[in-house]
């Protein structure tokens, strides 16, 4: 199975900050790598995927970048309603393996 | 816009068999993968396996021994079958829809709103 390591596992920032996550593979996955934002109670909701795509009808702050094992999720301007929590995910092999989440928090 | 929906006992026994629906509307079913993931209280995610709507499946290797997963395309449903559960099963079950052609590099887009299932007797 390919292991997803995520850093920091939470983080405190304020509205506004500049927010980086990253996400590391234990083999190279090209860019087959998703990113998810879940709420309190709610499912997670695909932001990301193949790295670097925007997901139709997410906000243009965030973006993904990064091939092979490293990964970032940058949130540019973070808002009110982007405290969640953020999982990365590889598409590149069965079984399909999530990372451990980043809680984003108010500072 | 495609929407998925899980059903089923929110309380299972330990030692007996899991078993939930996923219900797909606004969309249709025979195309994609179609997924099934799992959290436990306060954990991570956790990947069980997916269909595709021809009926070919996949499921990961540490649940394989224990997971079914089916599809009624007449019904727009696909569901899950865990057998022999013990609490360490206790967690909110999504349903997920995943590629149209592979699950490979592809994100799961549409996801139902999550069923919580505890087994305890």
């Known amino acids: 199975d390919i292991q997803m390591t995520q850093s920091p596992s939470s983080l405190s920032a304020s509205v506004g900050d500049r927010v980086t996550i990253t996400c590391r593979a234990s083999?190279?996955?090209?860019?087959?790598l998703n990113w998810y934002q879940q709420k309190p109670g709610k499912a997670p909701k695909l932001l990301i995927y193949k790295a670097s795509s925007l997901q139709s009808g997410v906000p243009s702050r965030f973006s993904g970048s990064g091939s092979g094992t490293d990964f970032t999720l940058t949130i540019s301007s973070l808002q009110p309603e982007d405290f969640a929590t953020y999982y990365c995910q590889q598409s590149y092999s069965i079984p399909l393996t999530f990372g451990g989440g980043t809680k984003v928090e108010i500072k | 816009q495609v929407q998925l929906q899980e059903s089923g006992p929110g309380l299972v026994k330990p030692s007996e068999t899991l078993s939930l629906t996923c219900t797909v509307s606004?969309?249709?079913?025979?195309?994609?993968?179609w997924n099934w993931i799992r959290q436990p209280p306060g954990k991570g995610l956790e990947w069980i396996g997916y269909i595709y709507y021809s009926g070919g499946t996949n499921y990961s290797p540490s649940l394989k021994s224990r997971v079914t997963i089916s599809v009624d395309t007449s019904k727009k449903q696909f569901s899950l079958k865990l057998n022999s559960v013990t609490a360490a099963d206790t967690a909110v079950y999504y349903c997920a829809r995943g590629g149209l052609l592979t699950m490979l590099g592809e994100g799961l887009d549409s996801w139902g709103q999550g069923t919580l299932v505890t087994v305890s007797s």
């Open positions: 083999q190279s996955i090209g860019t087959y």
């Open positions: 606004g969309g249709s079913i025979s195309s994609h993968f």
